[in-house]
């Protein structure tokens, strides 16, 4: 699993300001999902997904290798 803060750290040291504005949400809601305080929506997640050309999959920590 990848982490927000990783990816904002591997992007030139975005703030969670600057990801905030290219994501349309404020800054409180960055923070929220940074610690795991609320969930991302659907929307957002996407939104980042592509913003930082990663899958859904890696943000949220689904192995595809997994076997029941």
Same mark, same amino acid.
């Given at each position: 699993?990848? *982490?927000?803060?990783? !990816?904002?750290?591997?992007?030139?040291?975005? *703030?969670?300001?600057? /990801?905030?504005?290219? /994501? $349309?949400?404020?800054?409180?809601?960055?923070?929220?999902?940074?610690?795991?305080? *609320?969930?991302?929506?659907? *929307?957002? /997640?996407?939104?980042?997904? !592509?913003?930082?050309?990663?899958?859904?999959?890696?943000? !949220? $920590?689904?192995?595809?290798?997994?076997?029941?």
């Amino acid at each position: 699993m990848i *982490t927000i803060a990783e !990816l904002r750290a591997r992007h030139n040291k975005m *703030t969670q300001q600057d /990801l905030a504005d290219k /994501l $349309g949400v404020s800054v409180a809601s960055v923070v929220r999902w940074e610690k795991d305080i *609320t969930t991302i929506s659907a *929307t957002s /997640l996407k939104k980042l997904a !592509l913003y930082f050309n990663v899958s859904a999959d890696e943000l !949220l $920590g689904i192995n595809k290798n997994f076997s029941a």
